[in-house]
């Protein structure tokens, strides 16, 4: 064996050091705040946070109805009166705000799902803007005498994977979601029957 090749402990700390020197290192971060080699490569951009993104689902979370009370049947009845079911549809919408965010998120991953097509349409969005933005990290991206901004960059992998949003028929699954959480949240709205709380709410309200 070669004199110069680590041996026994002296080979477990020199992995150690390269593993440190990946993944440890803060300078190598693009925004000298921490990680290195492949980690600081795969920061998101800024004003994109998984933290921020985490926070906005739990505070959902929290603030969601009971799904049992949400589908009672027993709770729903058809309006008296067109006045009545402007009232249910605003007062609903307050009340199940988070149910109907979820329901919306659903339909949406749903289309996805359930569409092929429209996954790789995604994929080569993500895959586009990732290699654009890793290229304004190297050096200032400049067109038109302009510097691309994160939206600018964003904008610029909407075009080049627009082709293939368009053979995905992206256009017809964005009409198809609008128009299916327009009809299930317009429907639970208005059958739906206010809340003890909300009726007495207004009751109160002058006329």
């Not at 969005?125 to 290229?135: D, W």
């Not at 053979?167 to 964005?174: E, F, N, P, R, S």
Request: hydrophobic share 45%; with cysteine; charged share 15%.
């Amino acid at each position: 064996m070669p004199s110069g090749a680590p041996s026994g402990e002296n080979c477990l700390v020199d992995m150690d050091s390269k593993a440190g020197d990946m993944f440890g290192s803060e300078d190598a971060h693009p925004t000298g705040t921490g990680g290195a080699g492949i980690l600081a490569k795969l920061w998101l951009p800024k004003g994109f946070s998984i933290s921020m993104a985490k926070e906005w689902i739990d505070k959902r979370r929290l603030s969601i109805r009971p799904w049992t009370g949400f589908v009672d049947q027993r709770k729903f009845s058809k309006p008296r009166n067109f006045g009545e079911m402007c009232q249910r549809m605003v007062k609903n919408v307050e009340t199940f705000n988070s149910n109907y965010t979820f329901i919306f998120l659903g339909l949406i991953l749903y289309c996805i799902v359930s569409s092929p097509m429209l996954l790789i349409a995604l994929a080569v969005f993500v895959g586009a803007f990732y290699i654009i933005h890793l290229k304004s990290l190297e050096s200032k991206l400049v067109i038109l005498g302009k510097q691309l901004t994160v939206p600018h960059q964003m904008g610029l992998a909407g075009a080049v994977s627009l082709p293939v949003f368009w053979l995905a028929g992206a256009g017809a699954a964005v009409f198809w979601v609008l128009g299916a959480t327009l009809f299930v949240i317009g429907s639970h709205a208005a059958f739906r029957e206010l809340e003890g709380s909300d009726m007495e709410e207004l009751l109160m309200e002058p006329v």
